[in-house]
Structure formats: structure tokens, C-alpha cells
T-cell receptor, first 112, second 115 residues
Framework: GENVEQHPSTLSVQEGDSAVIKCTYS??????FPWYKQELGKGPQLIID?????GEKKDQRIAVTLNKTAKHFSLHITETQPEDSAVYFC???????????FGPGTRLSVLP | DAGVIQSPRHEVTEMGQEVTLRCKPI?????LFWYRQTMMRGLELLIY????????DSGMPEDRFSAKMPNASFSTLKIQPSEPRDSAVYFC?????????????FGPGTRLTVT
């Protein structure tokens, strides 16, 4: 089955700096890759996603890149703000958004 | 819309007791998912339904766990008998699943503690 690895497990950056979180997946049939943000005491919330037919997608300060050959994808957050502090999860699905396999998560701290 | 609604938000029970977690998906969503989140195992998909029919329950840990979806607006996850290792946060999520919209909307979760 699918296996998703995520690095780093924790990340601290200064406000205004960029943050990068990387994930790798094992199933070459995976075709949908969402990123979720989870704040304390809440459920995960989608922040951006990318499909296998696209190499990059951007939404304001957030961007995701996908390298299908290497089977890895990354989340980039620019101009980080304290409210970006949370746990971020990547996920992979091989049937378009149904069987998600989540990575272990990255705890991002943005220091003021 | 109110989003995905889960109840109770917190549940404390003794080992051996039956526990029932409840979920109301977003109206119009065809897919419903149950997840479990622990520090050790992260977020795990337990089971999901499409149009009230269970599609994949391979993530259900053992026969003590069961899930039902009697109609489009309600689902339950039952643990009987409960054990301390079932302590976790259980999330319900729903998605449209059609027209290319794959986003899963998560509820606030139920924190289960089994003593």
C-alpha cells in the first residue's frame, strides 16, 4: 500500500522567512496530493492541493510542487506569519480523493 | 452551512464499555470518512462511505469497531468493548466527490479517553 513520509517533523522560522516541507510517496499510481493545516483542538483544513497532471500550483503565499518521477512533493510558504503556526500534513491518494494516506505531520512554529 | 458536526466532543469511559461516536456530514456531500488520530500512528483512515454504502473498511482495527450510515445525514462509529488503546481523537470528514471536488471537510473531532 501507499506510504507517505514527511520532513522535517518540526520547523521553526522567523516571521517573514520562508518555510518548506517535503513529502515522498511510494505508490506511482497516486494522483492527488493535498496539504492540510491543523490548529490546536481543531480538525485538519485543506490549504492547497495538486493533481498528478500539474507540476506546480500557487495560491498567494502558499505553493506546492510535484515531481512525479521522483515521487515527491513540497509545500512552500513565503512571508510566514505567526498565524501560520500549526501542524501541516501532506497526503496522497490513488483514487482521486478517497483513500487518503497522510504523512506524519510537521509542526511549524513562526517566531515573531 | 454549519460544517461537519460531531458529537460528543469529549468522551471518557471505562474499559469494556460501549462507545458511540456520531457524525453529521455537510448536506449534499456523497462521501463520508472516519479517521483516528494518535501521536504514535498519526491520522489513519478507518472506513469511508459513498452514498451511505461502506466502500472500504480495511482500516478498521478489529471487530470491536463498527460503523454505520443509515441515511445521508448521519453516521455512527461504535466501539464495543472499548479498550485503553482506543484512546484517540476520532474525526469525521465529508466530501462532494463529484465534479472534480476532492476536498475533505473535517469535523472538530471527538476526543475519546478509555480508562
Amino acid at each position: 500500500g501507499e506510504n507517505v513520509e514527511q520532513h522535517p517533523s518540526t520547523l521553526s522560522v522567523q516571521e517573514g522567512d520562508s518555510a518548506v516541507i517535503k513529502c515522498t510517496y511510494s505508490d506511482s499510481a497516486s494522483n492527488y496530493f493535498p496539504w492540510y493545516k491543523q490548529e490546536l483542538g481543531k480538525g485538519p483544513q485543506l490549504i492547497i492541493d495538486i493533481r498528478s497532471n500539474v507540476g506546480e500550483k500557487k495560491d498567494q503565499r502558499i505553493a506546492v510542487t510535484l515531481n512525479k518521477t521522483a515521487k515527491h512533493f513540497s509545500l512552500h510558504i513565503t512571508e510566514t506569519q505567526p498565524e501560520d503556526s500549526a501542524v501541516y500534513f501532506c497526503a496522497a491518494s490513488n483514487n482521486y480523493g478517497q483513500n487518503f494516506v497522510f504523512g506524519p505531520g510537521t509542526r511549524l512554529s513562526v517566531l515573531p | 452551512d454549519a460544517g461537519v458536526i460531531q458529537s460528543p466532543r469529549h468522551e471518557v469511559t471505562e474499559m469494556g464499555q460501549e462507545v458511540t461516536l456520531r457524525c453529521k456530514p455537510i448536506s449534499g456531500h456523497d462521501y463520508l470518512f472516519w479517521y483516528r488520530q494518535t501521536m504514535m500512528r498519526g491520522l489513519e483512515l478507518l472506513i469511508y462511505f459513498n452514498n451511505n454504502v461502506p466502500i472500504d473498511d480495511s482500516g478498521m482495527p478489529e471487530d470491536r469497531f463498527s460503523a454505520k450510515m443509515p441515511n445521508a445525514s448521519f453516521s455512527t462509529l461504535k466501539i464495543q468493548p472499548s479498550e485503553p488503546r482506543d484512546s484517540a481523537v476520532y474525526f469525521c470528514a465529508s466530501s462532494l466527490g463529484v465534479g472534480g471536488s476532492y476536498e475533505q471537510y473535517f469535523g472538530p473531532g471527538t476526543r475519546l479517553t478509555v480508562t
